[in-house]
């Protein structure tokens, strides 16, 4: 990096799938940290100083360490919730988490899942990226992003929720320190360092819930323009100083979530690309391996205008995602082209509808959308949501959590200034 220039050059990228065990879905830390440090590996063949890492991720998934610092089990996957939320709503409302938490009722939520974990040897939670963070340096804490994910932070407060505690039977002695984004976890040990063959580099608090970090990659806009990224959640929303904790912002389906300097994202979470990539994945094991220009162009051409809930329970985590969304509109010989055809539908109807609660919620009349993610590589959704939306619409980064994150990393590190970022011109190679 000189003064103006950044060059982001990818190193290594790997796939990640939940695994399926006693029919329940869990991610597999141990492969995750192994391709984490082939990447390192190569960084470090490659003659590279490394100065820090960060690690950001989905939000709401953890896993407990017992009194040893060792790893119960994998973290179980939220798309496995089964209706864990039920026994929480006996001691407290779906309303009165809202309330307290910021956070919209969503059957994944981390406390509802708490509230059921009964393990006897559990002693401290760890979010999946402090989870990682702790696995290279033996430090554990809880970044405040990734925690808002949970139900378990009061964001007036700034701080552990003591009610929802309570109600969950989660003692504070198995919640480590929260700490900012920004922040130095700590450095490798050593035993990584001799792993590796590399210098001894720190570990960032950077923001670990990847929205956070995507959002943190857009410079800050006016108070008329609100971010959308399109990802496999797709989300539409505003940052804000306080998180709106009525009825009506509940009734909406608005969610808080923090950002770095403890700020929120107020927002609306849709289910979005990710119903592109369960058809892609039906489509290739039919030994149809449409690219997504292909898919752009038979969406396009389809005259279907039908739209699906994209939240409903059927479409979560189908072994067949053709045959989902096939139960849920009228009987009808479907081409691909016309399920691709409703599926784009249903996506932007979605983003029109939450681009109307955020003005409602504001009470602001917004002028401009910033979209980032990889879904602003898919042309034929970018077209439709820049007629379709009434809004000036920009694209930002498609890996917008990789420029968020280092830039967090950056800042934290005293190589550049947030006023100086603003005029880097970032580069991916």
Known sequence: MDKKKLVIKEIHRFSNEPYEKSKKLYWNIENIIGEIEIGIKKIVKNNFEIISIGFDSWGVDYAWLDKDGEILEDPSCYRDSKDKWKDLEKKISKFEIFQESGVNFFDFNSIYRINKDKNEKRDTLLFFPNLIGYLFTKIKNIEYSIATTSGLINQNKKNYSKQIQKKIALLDKELPKLVSAGTKLGEITDEKMKKYK????????????????????????????????????????????????????????????????????????????????????????????????????????????????????????????????????????????????????????????????????????????????????????????????????????????????????????????????????????
Not at 299 to 304: D, R, V
Not at 366 to 378: F, P, S
Request: a neutral charge; aromatic letters at 8%.
């Open 198 to 429: 590399s210098n001894k580099f720190s570990v960032i608090n950077v923001n670990c819930h990847d929205t956070a970090s995507a959002i943190y990659s857009i410079e800050n806009k006016d108070p008329k323009t609100c971010f959308l990224i399109l990802g496999t959640w797709s989300i539409v929303g505003v940052v804000g100083e306080r998180p709106v904790l009525d009825q009506y912002s509940f009734d909406l389906g608005i969610t808080n979530e923090g950002i770095f300097q403890e700020k929120v994202r107020i927002q609306n979470l849709i289910p979005g690309m990710w119903i592109l990539q369960r058809l892609k994945k039906d489509f290739e094991n039919k030994n149809k391996n449409y690219t997504y220009l292909e898919m752009n162009k038979m969406a396009k051409e389809s005259n279907q205008n039908q739209i699906i809930d994209l939240e409903d329970k059927s479409l979560v985590y189908p072994q067949n995602m053709t045959k989902a969304m096939e139960d849920l509109i009228p009987k009808y010989k479907y081409t691909d082209g016309d399920l691709l055809r409703i599926a784009y539908n249903s996506i932007v109807d979605k983003i029109k509808r939450s681009v109307k609660n955020i003005e409602k919620i504001t009470d602001q009349k917004l002028e401009n959308i910033v979209a980032i993610g990889g879904g602003i590589q898919d042309i034929y959704l970018i077209e439709r949501l820049s007629s379709e939306l009434g809004l000036n619409l920009e694209k930002g980064f498609v890996e917008a959590s990789v420029v968020g994150n280092i830039k967090c990393q950056y800042i934290a590190n005293n190589l550049i200034s947030e006023k100086d970022w603003k005029d880097l011109n970032i580069i991916f190679k």
